[in-house]
């Protein structure tokens, strides 16, 4: 069974800084993708960035220049870097896997950027 680990979400004040990492173990592959969703209450959960295995990457518009995705695939790990937080920016990030044999989600980890 796959299990998404991530860690890296808390609280920050508007201009700073948090970097996400998410782990996936239980897989025999690498995976195809990995990536980072949110959802901010009474929202629809979206996509934030994606990684492929090749190191292509897409980003949602309201985080291009701002949010940097890189991945360690021997590992099976991903991280989002986030800068210049803004308080729309809070929500609770999951992450996501797509591997070979199905796609997994992350439990979520909280992100709160204060005004």
């Known amino acids: 069974q796959v299990q998404l680990v991530e860690s890296g979400g808390g609280l920050v004040q508007a201009g700073g800084s948090l970097r996400l990492s998410c782990a996936a173990s239980?897989?025999?592959?690498?995976?195809?993708?990995m990536g980072w969703y949110r959802q901010a209450p009474g929202k629809q959960r979206g996509l934030v960035a994606v990684?492929?295995?090749?190191?292509?990457?897409d980003y949602a518009n309201s985080v291009k220049g701002r949010f940097t995705i890189s991945s360690d695939n021997a590992k099976n790990t991903v991280y989002l870097q986030m800068n210049s937080l803004k308080p729309e920016d809070t929500a609770v990030y999951y992450c996501?896997?797509?591997?070979?044999?199905?796609?997994?989600w992350g439990q979520g980890t909280q992100v709160t950027v204060s005004s």
């Open positions: 996501n896997a797509g591997f070979l044999h199905g796609n997994y």
């Open positions: 239980g897989s025999l592959f690498s995976f195809n993708t």
């Open positions: 990684i492929t295995s090749g190191g292509s990457t």
